[in-house]
């Protein structure tokens, strides 16, 4: 199994910025499409953010324009810098990969945002 590491989380008032990382353990990282996924309390977890192997990025409109996804194919790494954070961001993230877009094989554990006072 595949292991996908996250970190980056925390607490954040509202405005502030944050950066997430995900690290994947083995060597086949650029053949997949890596995406940012988010579960709020009481809701379904919905995709953020995704890029493919080539680069080409797609959001969620929630976070259009706030949210930016970057991916280093060398050190098997993806990132998701989020500026402007709004108490909706709330969320446990989780860093995920597939072979088709929002259909991933691969999860990692999760890491808590939280966006308040």
């Known amino acids: 199994q595949v292991q996908l590491v996250e970190s980056g989380g925390g607490w954040v008032q509202p405005g502030g910025s944050l950066r997430l990382s995900c690290a994947a353990a083995?060597?086949?990282?650029?053949?997949?499409?890596m995406e940012w996924h988010r579960q709020a309390p009481g809701k379904q977890r919905e995709l953020v953010a995704s890029?493919?192997?080539?680069?080409?990025?797609t959001y969620g409109d929630s976070v259009k324009g706030r949210f930016t996804i970057s991916r280093d194919n060398i050190r098997n790494t993806v990132s998701l810098q989020m500026n402007s954070l709004k108490p909706e961001d709330t969320a446990v993230y989780y860093c995920a990969r597939g072979t088709s877009w929002n259909d991933p094989v691969n999860w990692g554990q999760g890491t808590q945002v939280t966006v308040s006072l």
């Open positions: 083995d060597n086949i990282f650029r053949q997949y499409i």
């Open positions: 890029m493919s192997p080539t680069g080409s990025e």
